[in-house]
């Protein structure tokens, strides 16, 4: 990607810059659709107010919701949406609409494969468009969605120019980096392009609630450094900065983050890459190995350098599943569904290191 900035939600990266292909069969769909009405100022009109009972009225519409490339008005309810930010569907599908197209992450099935989505998704499956930025145009017209998200991504302004011919789309928000939006950011983009602000506040109140009920119950952790890090083949090591999905879970948990780790990864990316001789830079009071494979943990426990680190003497490192359970890929996701089964999963975990 052009900015540097990678999607590290799922623990692994997304190395090559997204293309945009656009087939005959799209282009002529493209015509025969009628475009989204776009602007390139940055203003924000306010949606009607809720009704009493906290549920949104019909009247929310028309919205304007600002983003990376201006801003897009929202006319009418949108009954057809298709997902292309790597876990905006959890959003979507926890504010009651099931996005009728999503990107898929790795071959993962964004679709009923996580515990918290499984409810959410029943026996509906969304069509997969496309693979992490690479988005599938033809199959993104054939759903002729009224409304085309994209939060949690990296969509490139030639890829918004062309799906705004034939859609609304939403972009990823425009004061944070790809893929460095506070999940509270864009969970009210999203509540806001659906016309469900209220029901979007009440979803973030109750997932901040979560958190303070753990930091009132743990005050130990905010007197704790905290590094979340990863290792895909040996010798190489990742750190995660302020700004990913994994670092932001524990910083709400109420643990301190590391700032040297922000300091090391490049300008717009979310990870810092470490070699062995920098690993001590994880030195610190609590660090989380968000892994793959037991074959993983082995060979980072076994690596000369990490066995120095009082982390490790000490035994205050934990090696968290990716999947199964799925532990790693819930506060990797982050989002209004992945949250409380997160902090289930990991709290006792937690709590056991001395």
Same mark, same amino acid.
């Given at each position: 990607?052009?900015?540097?900035?990678?999607?590290?939600?799922?623990?692994?990266?997304?190395?090559?810059?997204?293309?945009?292909?656009?087939?005959?069969?799209?282009?002529?769909?493209?015509?025969?659709?009628?475009?989204?009405?776009?602007?390139?100022?940055?203003?924000?009109?306010?949606?009607?107010?809720?009704?009493?009972? #906290?549920?949104?009225?019909?009247?929310?519409?028309?919205?304007?919701?600002?983003?990376?490339?201006?801003?897009?008005?929202?006319?009418?309810?949108?009954?057809?949406?298709?997902?292309?930010?790597?876990?905006?569907?959890?959003?979507?599908?926890?504010?009651?609409?099931?996005?009728?197209?999503?990107?898929?992450?790795?071959?993962?099935?964004?679709?009923?494969?996580?515990?918290?989505?499984?409810?959410?998704? #029943?026996?509906?499956?969304?069509?997969?468009?496309?693979?992490?930025?690479?988005?599938?145009?033809?199959?993104?017209?054939?759903?002729?969605?009224?409304?085309?998200?994209?939060?949690?991504?990296?969509?490139?302004?030639?890829?918004?120019?062309?799906?705004?011919?034939?859609?609304?789309?939403?972009?990823?928000?425009?004061?944070?980096?790809?893929?460095?939006?506070?999940?509270?950011?864009?969970?009210?983009?999203?509540?806001?392009?659906? #016309?469900?602000?209220?029901?979007?506040?009440?979803?973030?109140?109750?997932?901040?609630?979560?958190?303070?009920?753990?930091?009132?119950?743990?005050?130990?952790?905010?007197?704790?450094?905290?590094?979340?890090?990863?290792?895909?083949?040996?010798?190489?090591?990742?750190?995660?900065?302020?700004?990913?999905?994994?670092?932001?879970?524990?910083?709400?948990?109420?643990?301190?983050?590391?700032?040297?780790?922000?300091?090391?990864?490049?300008?717009?990316?979310?990870?810092?890459?470490?070699?062995?001789?920098?690993?001590?830079?994880?030195?610190?009071?609590?660090?989380?190995?968000?892994?793959?494979?037991?074959?993983?943990?082995?060979?980072?426990?076994?690596?000369?350098?990490?066995?120095?680190?009082?982390?490790?003497?000490?035994?205050?490192?934990?090696?968290?599943?990716?999947?199964?359970?799925?532990?790693?890929?819930?506060?990797?996701?982050?989002?209004?569904?992945?949250?409380?089964?997160?902090?289930?999963?990991?709290?006792?975990?937690?709590?056991?290191?001395?």
């Amino acid at each position: 990607m052009s900015t540097g900035a990678r999607p590290t939600a799922l623990v692994r990266f997304a190395r090559s810059a997204p293309r945009v292909a656009v087939l005959a069969v799209a282009a002529l769909a493209l015509a025969a659709c009628g475009g989204g009405t776009e602007k390139t100022g940055s203003s924000s009109s306010p949606s009607a107010p809720a009704s009493a009972d #906290g549920a949104d009225k019909p009247a929310a519409f028309p919205v304007t919701v600002a983003h990376k490339y201006g801003s897009t008005t929202i006319d009418k309810e949108p009954k057809t949406i298709v997902t292309l930010g790597l876990s905006d569907q959890d959003a979507v599908l926890a504010l009651g609409v099931k996005p009728a197209g999503s990107v898929d992450w790795f071959k993962e099935q964004p679709y009923g494969k996580w515990p918290w989505t499984k409810d959410k998704w #029943g026996s509906v499956k969304p069509v997969i468009v496309g693979e992490r930025d690479e988005y599938n145009i033809e199959k993104i017209v054939q759903l002729k969605p009224d409304l085309v998200i994209a939060q949690y991504s990296g969509m490139k302004k030639e890829q918004y120019d062309t799906l705004s011919k034939f859609t609304k789309v939403v972009a990823q928000p425009k004061e944070h980096p790809d893929y460095g939006a506070p999940w509270q950011v864009m969970t009210r983009q999203i509540g806001k392009a659906l #016309g469900k602000d209220a029901e979007t506040e009440k979803l973030i109140a109750d997932i901040g609630t979560r958190f303070k009920a753990v930091r009132d119950k743990h005050p130990e952790f905010a007197t704790k450094t905290l590094a979340v890090a990863d290792s895909f083949e040996a010798g190489k090591y990742s750190a995660f900065t302020r700004t990913d999905p994994k670092a932001i879970f524990f910083s709400e948990l109420g643990f301190k983050l590391k700032p040297e780790i922000d300091g090391l990864a490049k300008p717009g990316w979310n990870v810092a890459e470490l070699s062995a001789e920098k690993l001590n830079i994880l030195d610190v009071d609590r660090l989380v190995w968000v892994t793959s494979s037991t074959d993983a943990n082995d060979r980072i426990k076994a690596e000369p350098l990490y066995k120095k680190l009082k982390v490790n003497q000490e035994k205050r490192d934990l090696f968290v599943p990716y999947q199964d359970p799925d532990i790693g890929a819930a506060f990797s996701f982050n989002t209004v569904l992945s949250i409380p089964y997160a902090i289930d999963e990991i709290e006792p975990l937690l709590a056991a290191v001395k």
